[in-house]
């Protein structure tokens, strides 16, 4: 009996998706916590990885968009993108 009791909780541990991982994890609780201090509003975990990754595509662009026009050219579409995702989310 308390064996298959621990098998049905860690069956039903591993059905968690890798999002709700991602959501749930301590360091996307910090950047929560920075980025709603930062803007001075209450934001969740999901605009929490819109602002990060708004963030690395802007890093991104700004450290390798001088390689050449063509690598600068799709770093700028994939920053627009993460930009227009961020602001559909806020």
Known sequence: MKTEIIYTESRNNAKQSFTE????????????????????????????????????????????????????VILFVWFAVSVLQCVRSL
């Open 21 to 72: 991982m991602i959501l749930n994890s301590s360091a996307v609780a910090l950047l929560t916590a920075f980025f709603s201090y930062t803007l001075e509003r209450k934001i969740n975990a999901r605009q929490t990885l819109h602002l990060l990754h708004a963030h690395v595509s802007f890093t991104a662009l700004l450290l390798l968009g001088g390689i050449s026009a063509l690598a600068a």
